[in-house]
């Protein structure tokens, strides 16, 4: 049964991948028509003023690309805009690549596309036909003309023809998948040598985001301990030194005082016990990501649905970042989204855990705005992840993280 659903999982998956990289093969399709129109127009010098714009269009459909297959497996960095000048930027290796590349997969792209998606329909198609058949002409069947429908048995044969292409969809929809993506996995990352020197300017950004939120992390923690537990302690210290005084003078009120000292100790420790948790939640030690998220979603005002497959446990760090990512997530909903229901997943995939965080509220976040945003990007980016904003106003609001945990 595990296996069984396996497959599934992965077909549906692949169907998921197959109809995305069709939608960019179709743009690539069009930016590679509108390169050859133009490199034609540029024999005879009309095309040379149109020249960028054809090569900012490969290079936004590649970024699309790079995007998509990102959110698949190993992230690729997207090159930035294309250099100033034609002749700069026909000399750019990361243009030229790009180019190989709509050239590529253009073909490649929609045959798998269209062949992914195909096999499903015709399983649904011809796996369902001994049920209608009798509503079509007998030479008329849809997808088979070249085949008589005479009876029932003629639609059973259709049907088991159905049976085959399901078959074919659930075992070569992951490869035809990979196939597709697999021209933008050779063309579109970084040239050798490029990627070096990209990687060590991404490091030393989140390297330098890591300092800050880490300061900003010292900076709350200080508050907290300062503002809350501090004054704490201080009336439990002024309390304790007037019940030491009214013992001599009043017993009765000393014992009044020593009430009110012990309220404000047990205020204290409650505090304390926040910040602690703030830092590093015990509930993931003691229950695993999928307990501590559970408690989330079942504190959450607004109504959550929470699904979690991570088989194995993460390491501490990259728990505790997932754990504050949803909990600053869900913060945000009940605060700023006027949603009636979120829905949270959490699995690990290829060495990766991934976190999706999506509520039905009117949308239209902004990170420049404050609500958190800013700190969950830079904590996620910190671990070597990526966070992911989709909120178009009317919503919905998505929010994808990846987060490295090992393979």
Do not use: K
């Amino acid at each position: 049964m595990a296996y069984v659903r396996g497959r599934v999982r992965a077909t549906v998956g692949a169907l998921e991948h197959l109809v995305g990289g069709l939608g960019t093969a179709t743009l690539a399709l069009g930016a590679l028509l509108w390169a050859a129109i133009v490199a034609v127009t540029c024999l005879v010098g009309v095309g040379l003023l149109a020249a960028p714009g054809a090569l900012r269009a490969v290079r936004w459909v590649s970024d699309r690309e790079r995007t998509r297959l990102s959110r698949w497996g190993e992230p690729i960095p997207t090159p930035g805009p294309v250099p100033a000048g034609l002749r700069t930027a026909t000399r750019d290796p990361f243009v030229r690549r790009e180019l190989g590349w709509v050239a590529l997969y253009s073909l490649v792209g929609l045959v798998t596309g269209l062949v992914g998606i195909a096999l499903p329909l015709y399983a649904v198609q011809d796996g369902t036909f001994p049920l209608w058949y009798r509503l079509v002409p007998p030479d008329a069947a849809p997808g088979i003309v070249w085949w008589r429908i005479d009876g029932l048995s003629d639609a059973l044969w259709v049907g088991v023809l159905g049976v085959g292409c399901l078959a074919a969809a659930i075992w070569f929809s992951p490869v035809l998948a990979r196939l597709q993506a697999w021209p933008g996995r050779m063309l579109l990352p970084p040239p050798p040598g490029v990627d070096l020197s990209l990687r060590v300017a991404e490091l030393t950004a989140t390297r330098a985001a890591a300092l800050d939120a880490h300061a900003v992390e010292l900076r709350r923690i200080e508050r907290s301990l300062h503002d809350g537990t501090q004054n704490r302690l201080v009336a439990v210290n002024v309390l304790l030194g007037a019940a030491r005084r009214a013992v001599r003078r009043n017993p009765d009120r000393a014992d009044e005082i020593l009430g009110q000292a012990q309220d404000a100790a047990e205020q204290a420790l409650g505090e304390l016990r926040t910040v602690v948790r703030g830092i590093l939640p015990p509930v993931l030690d003691d229950r695993g990501l999928a307990g501590a998220l559970a408690g989330l979603a079942g504190s959450c005002v607004v109504p959550c649905r929470l699904e979690v497959d991570v088989t194995v446990r993460c390491a501490a760090s990259v728990e505790a970042t997932a754990y504050f990512v949803v909990a600053e997530a869900l913060t945000n909903v009940v605060r700023h989204s006027g949603a009636s229901q979120v829905d949270v997943a959490v699995r690990r995939e290829r060495g990766r855990l991934l976190v999706c965080i999506e509520d039905d509220g009117h949308g239209d976040a902004d990170e420049t705005r404050g609500s958190g945003l800013t700190g969950i990007r830079r904590r996620v980016e910190a671990y070597d992840g990526r966070m992911t904003l989709t909120s178009p106003p009317g919503g919905p609001t998505r929010m994808d993280v990846e987060l490295p945990c090992g393979s």
